[in-house]
């Protein structure tokens, strides 16, 4: 089992920046493709961004590509979103999630979720 918990969210303005960072619990957390997810007010859970096992492949939403940028620590069990540019249609909860199997952009290949964090951006 993985356990996930996110931090970093807050009240931002438009145009600013926030780093949302995904703890993972286990030994393991190299062994799974890593994966933000974000849910709006009335929305349905969308994919943000993406990375595989050891970083060498990461997937972005159209509308977050050239602003957020996903990494990950492997000797930390930390997950990364860099988010730049920000925009008020980007508030919502962000998600962290864990596919074992690698993960990219559907919300079912994900096997663990984290509680969310939540990001508003100001106009």
């Known amino acids: 089992q993985v356990q996930l918990v996110e931090s970093g969210g807050g009240l931002v303005q438009a145009g600013g920046t926030l780093r949302l960072s995904c703890a993972a619990s286990?030994?393991?957390?190299?062994?799974?493709?890593m994966g933000w997810f974000r849910q709006a007010p009335g929305k349905e859970r969308e994919f943000v961004a993406a990375?595989?096992?050891?970083?060498?492949?990461?997937y972005y939403a159209g509308s977050v590509k050239g602003r957020f940028t996903i990494s990950r620590d492997n000797a930390k069990n930390t997950v990364y979103l860099q988010m730049n540019s920000l925009k008020p249609e980007d508030t919502a909860v962000y998600y962290c999630?864990?596919?074992?199997?690698?993960?990219?952009?559907?919300?079912?290949?994900?096997?663990?979720w984290g509680q969310g964090t939540q990001v508003t951006v100001s106009s």
């Open positions: 999630a864990a596919a074992s199997g690698g993960g990219t952009y559907y919300y079912d290949e994900y096997d663990y």
């Open positions: 990375i595989g096992r050891s970083a060498g492949s990461t």
């Open positions: 286990g030994r393991t957390f190299s062994r799974y493709a």
